[in-house]
């Protein structure tokens, strides 16, 4: 059984004969296995559907079930269920992680996507909140593809740096356009009697009103299925069954992962290096950022203007969400990897961190703007299109993360459970953040907390925190190739 050995990370090369290195230069020469990389992100792509497309309609469809009709009730709502959907992840992945390990990413895959598919099922068919929770944290149990794409797409990568900085640029942009498509699936066809009263003015649809989008984003679940089914080929090196040796460099480079079965087969499970730790308390704070903003805005929008939102309705938000997604997505696939390139990736990591700041800031002046003028005025449109341009860059920030847990993992066989390891920390966070942020936006809110904002106000302070962290993770600097 191959475990974990984090204890010193000078003592990770393993030296080769000439031989030997030349085949692995010879390795890292092919081109990228792009068929591959599409399998794998169509994945992604799924799992990001699941995650976004139900932000526009999520808060009519608490309120619907909550006999309450509390807008601040529904804030509570949806912290709690993102959280203990997150929870549940942070009980799986590890496990999932493991299983990767020993029978190989493609089972792991397969399995997690028609988990997610007959979640939504249930999830869209909800009749009362305990039901709605109870999906949401059965829908956690399988949200563990991302540890697993991430170290396919590394093993993929064949140790070159550069083809990991392609391939992992491409990633957010996978995100951004999943993050496009899936607003717009909630937005357009939830409560579809409305929009669609020729096709779907029957009792059932009104019965189920937020149905139809759970069931295409789970029909993107089976599509992503079939695509790792007939096209992926397994990229676990035991199951290879290659016989190159591996040359894990000092500076944490990513190993050729065609490796022999022999080298390291045994690792004992110890303390993380100080240089993993760094990097996944990063991770910690980006996380709690990322989740907490995205549960945060989703209430913001939705809620009416007296408690703290703009009160959009589920096609304005799936429609703003949408075309933020597509600017997302075509600064992702046009710029990241240039930008690694050419800058320090810690202080693009920085920087990019930075840009919560902003977001969390301009929520509640645009409230201020609705509430003084008691509608939406351009103005609030504009500082909407800065919120989201900063959200734009913010997503290299996990572009980068990605390099760095691939870099800071002690050995090729260990890289499917320091993935899980951070997606455990993911998930942890997830369970903490939303759910306390929500809860303090809400409270902020009811108690008139520094006008209603203190809660952004942490918010942003947590952001120059991390983005001062960002600045003293132990990565080796290269300096800008001219």
């Not at 792509?45 to 509390?70: H, I, W």
């Not at 805005?297 to 949408?322: C, K």
């Not at 953040?433 to 203190?454: D, F, I, K, M, R």
Request: with cysteine.
């Amino acid at each position: 059984m191959v475990s974990l050995n984090f204890e010193d990370d000078s003592e990770s090369t393993l030296f080769l004969p000439d031989q030997e290195r030349d085949q692995e230069s010879e390795s890292l020469s092919r081109p990228t296995p792009w068929l591959q990389v599409t399998a794998i992100f169509t994945v992604s792509f799924a799992e990001t559907v699941v995650v976004v497309f139900a932000y526009p309609f999520l808060g009519n469809f608490v309120r619907s079930l909550d006999k309450t009709q509390s807008p601040t009730r529904m804030g509570y709502i949806l912290g709690l269920q993102d959280s203990i959907c997150h929870l549940t992840a942070a009980a799986a992945v590890l496990v999932w992680g493991g299983v990767s390990d020993h029978y190989g990413r493609k089972y792991v895959m397969l399995a997690c996507c028609m988990g997610l598919a007959t979640s939504l099922v249930g999830f869209g068919s909800s009749k009362t909140i305990t039901a709605l929770i109870f999906w949401k944290a059965f829908q956690g149990l399988f949200r563990a593809n991302k540890p697993i794409i991430k170290t396919a797409a590394a093993e993929l990568a064949r140790g070159d740096e550069a083809k990991m900085a392609k391939i992992f640029g491409i990633m957010p942009a996978v995100y951004a356009a999943a993050a496009t498509v899936g607003p717009l699936i909630g937005g357009t066809f939830a409560e579809p009697y409305v929009r669609f009263p020729s096709a779907f003015d029957g009792p059932f649809w009104r019965s189920y009103p937020y149905l139809l989008p759970c069931l295409l984003a789970a029909c993107g679940c089976v599509g992503a299925f079939l695509m790792i089914l007939m096209i992926f080929n397994e990229t676990l090196p035991s199951k290879r069954r290659s016989l190159i040796a591996v040359e894990w460099t000092g500076d944490g480079a990513l190993p050729n992962t065609d490796q022999s079965e022999s080298v390291g087969e045994h690792h004992s499970l110890t303390k993380p290096s100080r240089r993993l730790v760094m990097i996944l308390i990063s991770y910690a704070l980006i996380v709690t950022l990322d989740l907490s903003f995205s549960s945060t805005f989703a209430f913001f929008l939705s809620a009416p203007v007296q408690y703290g939102g703009l009160g959009f309705s589920p096609g304005d938000i799936g429609m703003l969400l949408g075309v933020a997604g597509i600017f997302h997505g075509i600064f992702q696939a046009l710029f990241f990897a240039r930008i690694h390139t050419y800058w320090e990736p810690r202080k693009v990591y920085a920087i990019a961190v930075a840009a919560y700041i902003p977001i969390y800031l301009s929520m509640p002046i645009m409230n201020t703007l609705a509430r003084n003028a008691g509608r939406n005025t351009p103005m609030i449109w504009v500082l909407l299109a800065i919120l989201e341009m900063a959200v734009t860059f913010n997503y290299t920030a996990f572009s980068c993360m990605y390099i760095f847990i691939t870099q800071a993992c002690p050995s090729p066989e260990a890289l499917g459970r320091t993935h899980a390891a951070a997606q455990t920390v993911f998930s942890i966070m997830g369970a903490i953040g939303p759910v306390t942020v929500t809860s303090l936006v809400v409270a902020s809110v009811e108690y008139n907390l520094l006008g209603g904002y203190l809660a952004y106000i942490i918010m942003a302070a947590l952001s120059l925190i991390a983005a001062l962290h960002g600045l003293w993770l132990p990565i080796e600097d290269r300096g800008r190739n001219d």
